[in-house]
């Protein structure tokens, strides 16, 4: 008894059948992975030796889920079901030893077993539903019956990754044995079971949890209203309720029904499409294809950040987390103590919330010192990330001091966020260690780094830049030198439109509202009402020419003096406000234009296809390496919602052609800001998608 097929082995230990998969890198369900548990079962059946068996898995972790390179096409070999039914309906007592992960896929074939032990740094969970979909295989009966409805509920929706102890808790495992002794360990819990006489305890037949939550229809419905916020506009989380919901109140063969139905549902549709070409989208974004992966590293030991604002702040929370040292210089003693004080209060909100432990606080705060003194402080950092002013004249003045006080080979980095980095640069004696970090705010939230090469940076400063984004839990994306960036840039070309549509008829909440029911986390006005309407304009350089600077003179900045473009009451919650229409409609009469009734669709086509065509061009320029980093851009740093793919995935859902005859039509109308990107015209012409480029 060994080798079953080239990712399987069979072995007995004593009277113990011991399953072995070894397909890296994370044993996800493939055909040959398939074959191998349905083959090996079937012979540890068949032989009379074995009383009880052990599945383990090789490598890092357990089954990590499904091959999702398999998804939409001809399945291959025995199907996932057949394979758990050999599992379940074995004579003889299964217990899936786990550790690293046991997740999606892979749990679902955990709970076929009769028993489950797990090493204590394992976890588990279905996190179908950051993919648009739900667990197809089982996972929606079955785990309501190991955990109680309320904790499916909560596992199922969030795709949360539950740790060895809690699943021991809530008898998701049985089990906890000793780490690095789990082959040893699940043996021995095999014997335990066979010498108490134990019982195959398939959890299809555990009904006990959910006709506990049969007849309370309000354990559903709470849930629902308590999540409606965070489930906005996603298909996934109501479908994986629906499914527990079948859970209780059908039969186990009924509710398998239930949820393959839903199941195929969700995989056909265009949400989960999305969701899962942004999977796919984020790890692509790490290629660069002209920085070799065996590219040299530079260590990053020690970091120096140059401001404590709310942005140099939340950077050196970054680097705390990941337990790298940070020192943060600032010009002004009183500046410095604001700074570390708002970094303790962040920290110690996140440990009331049970985010982190007081210990953690502590841990991290002593890891962020501050300083006066560039020179003192900076000899010795391995990257100095520079958080000041949007001024040329301010950051080429301390690029210039940071050439000579920084050591030769630390990275010199601007956090600028569409400054010519080219030109920051050419200040110092080392472009080639100079690189754009740009960070979005709060830096210690958002995902997204938008890292930029200039002309000269290395490839050795750009590939360490990509490592470390990860190391502290960024998603990273590489683009070029040009004003805005990716990011910012597209974001003009919306934002210049949502101005225009209210000087021709449409109201702010008109569009905040089409945005929002687009699936943004709120619209323009209401995103500039929330940063501050103030932000860059200046008294005494206003001189009422625009909507904003009559806004300000009126002290009506936004949410935090109680009105902007909208009126807030108490809880800053928003209502149109007469007195920004007033002032609106004065401008139109004042422009000589006559408003008009402006259509929900020609709001969003005037909004979303303007940034489809920014994206093409930053494409034709070569400032973006493909399509799907533009959209990687949008949906960590600028609230796109993931179940639309991003502006370059959503043109393709629209159609090429459809965007350019729209900017063709909207050019004739209004003018060349509307002018198709040339490769836009060439993309159509020859029957080409966005995700070609």
Same mark, same amino acid.
């Given at each position: 008894?060994?080798?079953?097929?080239?990712?399987?082995?069979?072995?007995?230990?004593?009277?113990?059948?011991?399953?072995?998969?070894?397909?890296?890198p994370?044993?996800?369900?493939?055909?040959?992975?398939?074959?191998?548990?349905?083959?090996?079962?079937?012979?540890?059946?068949?032989?009379?030796?074995?009383?009880?068996?052990?599945?383990?898995?090789?490598?890092?972790?357990?089954?990590?889920?499904?091959?999702?390179?398999?998804?939409?096409?001809?399945?291959?070999?025995?199907?996932?079901p057949?394979?758990?039914?050999?599992?379940?309906?074995?004579?003889?007592?299964?217990?899936?030893?786990?550790?690293?992960t046991?997740l999606?896929?892979?749990?679902?074939?955990?709970?076929?077993?009769?028993?489950?032990?797990?090493?204590?740094?394992?976890?588990?969970?279905l996190?179908?539903?950051?993919l648009?979909?739900?667990?197809g295989a089982?996972?929606?009966?079955?785990?309501?019956?190991?955990v109680?409805?309320?904790?499916?509920?909560?596992?199922?929706?969030?795709?949360?990754?539950?740790?060895?102890?809690?699943?021991?808790a809530g008898?998701?495992v049985?089990?906890?044995?000793?780490?690095?002794?789990?082959k040893?360990g699940a043996?021995?819990?095999?014997? =335990?079971?066979? +010498?108490?006489? $134990?019982? /195959?305890?398939? &959890? %299809?037949?555990?009904? @006990?949890?959910v006709?506990?939550?049969r #007849?309370k229809?309000?354990i559903?419905?709470?849930f629902?209203?308590a999540?409606?916020?965070?489930?906005?506009?996603?298909?996934?989380p109501?479908?994986?309720?629906?499914?527990?919901?079948?859970?209780?109140n059908?039969?186990?063969?009924?509710?398998?029904?239930?949820?393959r139905k839903?199941?195929l549902?969700?995989?056909?549709?265009?949400?989960?499409?999305?969701?899962?070409?942004?999977?796919f989208?984020?790890?692509?974004?790490?290629?660069?294809?002209?920085?070799?992966?065996?590219?040299a590293?530079?260590?990053?030991k020690?970091?120096?950040?140059?401001?404590?604002?709310?942005?140099?702040?939340?950077?050196?929370m970054?680097?705390?987390?990941?337990g790298?040292?940070?020192?943060?210089?600032?010009? =002004?003693?009183? +500046?410095?103590? $604001?700074? /570390?004080?708002? &970094? %303790?209060?962040?920290? @110690?909100?996140?440990?009331?919330?049970? #985010?982190?432990?007081?210990?953690?606080?502590?841990?991290?705060?002593a890891?962020?010192?501050?300083?006066?003194?560039?020179?003192?402080?900076?000899?010795?950092?391995?990257?100095v990330?520079?958080?000041?002013?949007?001024?040329?004249?301010?950051?080429?003045?301390?690029?210039?001091?940071?050439?000579?006080?920084?050591k030769?080979?630390?990275i010199?980095?601007?956090?600028t966020?569409?400054?010519?980095?080219d030109?920051?640069?050419?200040?110092?004696?080392?472009?080639?260690?100079?690189?754009?970090?740009h960070?979005?705010?709060?830096?210690n939230?958002?995902?997204?780094?938008?890292?930029?090469?200039?002309?000269?940076?290395s490839?050795?400063?750009?590939?360490?830049?990509?490592?470390?984004?990860?190391?502290?839990?960024?998603?990273?994306?590489l683009?070029?030198?040009?004003?805005?960036?990716?990011?910012n840039?597209?974001?003009?070309?919306?934002q210049?439109e949502?101005?225009?549509?209210?000087?021709?008829?449409?109201?702010?909440?008109?569009?905040?509202?089409?945005?929002?029911?687009?699936?943004?986390?709120?619209?323009?006005?209401?995103?500039?009402?929330?940063?501050?309407?103030?932000?860059?304009?200046?008294?005494?350089?206003?001189?009422?020419?625009?909507?904003?600077?009559?806004?300000?003179?009126m002290?009506?900045?936004?949410?935090k003096?109680?009105?902007?473009?909208?009126?807030?009451?108490?809880?800053?919650?928003?209502?149109?406000?007469?007195v920004?229409?007033?002032?609106?409609?004065?401008?139109?009469?004042?422009?000589?234009?006559?408003?008009?009734?402006?259509?929900?669709?020609?709001?969003?086509?005037?909004?979303?296809?303007?940034?489809?065509?920014?994206?093409?061009?930053?494409?034709e320029?070569?400032?973006?390496?493909?399509?799907?980093?533009?959209?990687?851009?949008?949906?960590?740093?600028?609230?796109?919602?993931?179940?639309?793919g991003?502006p370059?995935?959503?043109?393709?859902?629209?159609?090429?052609?459809?965007?350019?005859?729209?900017?063709?039509?909207?050019?004739?109308?209004?003018?060349?800001?509307?002018?198709?990107?040339?490769l836009?015209?060439?993309?159509?012409?020859?029957?080409?998608k966005?995700?070609?480029?």
């Amino acid at each position: 008894m060994a080798e079953i097929n080239t990712v399987t082995d069979l072995t007995l230990d004593g009277d113990v059948a011991v399953i072995t998969l070894n397909s890296p890198p994370v044993n996800a369900l493939s055909a040959k992975v398939r074959e191998g548990l349905y083959e090996a079962f079937k012979a540890a059946n068949a032989n009379d030796a074995a009383k009880a068996i052990v599945l383990i898995c090789e490598g890092r972790t357990f089954i990590a889920g499904a091959d999702i390179t398999e998804f939409g096409g001809a399945m291959a070999g025995p199907g996932l079901p057949e394979v758990q039914d050999q599992i379940e309906s074995s004579p003889k007592p299964v217990v899936a030893a786990i550790h690293g992960t046991a997740l999606g896929g892979g749990l679902e074939v955990a709970l076929c077993a009769h028993y489950r032990v797990a090493v204590p740094s394992a976890r588990l969970g279905l996190p179908e539903v950051a993919l648009g979909l739900l667990p197809g295989a089982g996972g929606t009966q079955r785990l309501p019956r190991v955990v109680g409805v309320e904790r499916a509920l909560e596992m199922m929706t969030s795709g949360r990754h539950v740790p060895a102890k809690e699943a021991l808790a809530g008898g998701l495992v049985d089990e906890l044995v000793e780490e690095g002794k789990l082959k040893d360990g699940a043996i021995a819990f095999a014997r =335990k079971v066979l +010498a108490e006489g $134990r019982p /195959l305890r398939k &959890i %299809r037949d555990q009904n @006990e949890k959910v006709e506990a939550a049969r #007849g309370k229809p309000e354990i559903f419905a709470d849930f629902r209203k308590a999540n409606a916020r965070k489930f906005r506009g996603f298909l996934a989380p109501e479908y994986n309720i629906r499914c527990i919901e079948a859970a209780v109140n059908q039969p186990f063969e009924e509710g398998l029904a239930t949820e393959r139905k839903l199941f195929l549902e969700l995989m056909s549709g265009s949400q989960s499409a999305a969701q899962r070409y942004s999977f796919f989208a984020e790890r692509t974004a790490q290629k660069i294809p002209d920085v070799p992966d065996d590219t040299a590293l530079i260590p990053i030991k020690k970091v120096g950040i140059i401001g404590a604002g709310t942005m140099g702040g939340g950077i050196a929370m970054n680097f705390a987390n990941a337990g790298i040292p940070v020192v943060i210089v600032e010009v =002004k003693q009183d +500046a410095l103590d $604001r700074g /570390l004080a708002t &970094i %303790r209060k962040n920290y @110690e909100r996140t440990a009331s919330r049970g #985010g982190i432990t007081a210990e953690q606080v502590e841990q991290r705060c002593a890891l962020i010192s501050g300083s006066l003194s560039m020179e003192d402080s900076f000899k010795d950092v391995d990257l100095v990330i520079e958080a000041v002013f949007e001024r040329m004249d301010i950051k080429k003045d301390i690029f210039t001091k940071l050439d000579a006080i920084c050591k030769p080979g630390a990275i010199l980095a601007t956090n600028t966020s569409g400054l010519d980095i080219d030109e920051i640069a050419s200040v110092t004696k080392r472009p080639e260690s100079v690189i754009g970090l740009h960070f979005f705010s709060p830096a210690n939230v958002m995902k997204l780094l938008e890292i930029v090469r200039a002309d000269h940076t290395s490839k050795e400063v750009i590939a360490t830049s990509m490592k470390l984004a990860k190391q502290i839990g960024k998603v990273a994306v590489l683009v070029g030198v040009c004003p805005g960036f990716v990011g910012n840039r597209i974001l003009g070309a919306r934002q210049r439109e949502a101005q225009k549509l209210v000087l021709e008829g449409a109201m702010p909440w008109d569009v905040d509202r089409v945005l929002y029911d687009f699936g943004f986390p709120m619209g323009p006005f209401a995103m500039s009402d929330l940063a501050g309407l103030d932000i860059g304009w200046v008294k005494e350089k206003s001189k009422g020419e625009s909507i904003r600077d009559v806004l300000c003179e009126m002290d009506r900045r936004g949410q935090k003096t109680g009105a902007g473009y909208y009126d807030y009451d108490e809880n800053r919650t928003a209502k149109p406000s007469p007195v920004t229409e007033k002032i609106i409609n004065d401008f139109i009469v004042k422009s000589g234009a006559n408003p008009r009734k402006i259509s929900d669709e020609e709001i969003l086509e005037r909004c979303i296809f303007p940034m489809i065509n920014e994206g093409v061009k930053i494409l034709e320029e070569g400032k973006a390496i493909r399509a799907s980093d533009v959209d990687v851009v949008w949906q960590n740093g600028y609230g796109w919602p993931v179940y639309r793919g991003g502006p370059m995935w959503y043109g393709d859902q629209v159609g090429p052609e459809k965007v350019l005859a729209k900017m063709k039509e909207f050019q004739a109308t209004m003018g060349d800001q509307f002018k198709p990107a040339a490769l836009l015209e060439k993309l159509v012409a020859e029957n080409k998608k966005f995700a070609d480029l």
